[in-house]
Nanobody, 126 residues
Framework: QVQLVESGGGLVQAGDSLRLSCTVA???????VGWFRQPPRRGREFVAS????????YYEESVKGRFTISRDNTKNTVYLQMNNLKPDDTAVYYC????????????????????WGQGTQVTVSS
């Protein structure tokens, strides 16, 4: 059984930084981890993805240059470093794991992810 556990959310002010962590537990052949978010009263949105076998990364346009996804294989943990946070970044953030043969935008599709975490709240005040 695969479990994903997110941590690191919180309440911050605009311009601040946060680092989210996603620890993957259990046996899995997944080579892809993604971060998604669900703002209040809106649907789930893709944020960033990391494919471990070729280190391909892909970002949603609004977070490019502010967010960085990375992975520590020794800890089975994927991070989302979020800098210069904005009120529009307020959401529940979820990490997810899946398997892919592709790179780039294809890995933003939620249906290719098999496992999901429970989410962590990020609130950015203005």
């Amino acid at each position: 059984q695969v479990q994903l556990v997110e941590s690191g959310g919180g309440l911050v002010q605009a311009g601040d930084s946060l680092r989210l962590s996603c620890t993957v537990a259990g046996q899995t052949s997944s080579n892809l981890v993604g971060w998604f978010r669900q703002p209040p009263r809106r649907g789930r949105e893709f944020v960033a993805s990391f494919r471990s076998d070729n280190e391909d990364m892909y970002y949603e346009e609004s977070v490019k240059g502010r967010f960085t996804i990375s992975r520590d294989n020794t800890k089975n943990t994927v991070y989302l470093q979020m800098n210069n946070l904005k009120p529009d970044d307020t959401a529940v953030y979820y990490c997810a794991a899946g398997t892919t043969r592709y790179t780039g935008e294809y890995n933003s599709i939620p249906s290719i992810y098999n496992y999901w975490g429970q989410g962590t709240q990020v609130t950015v005040s203005s």
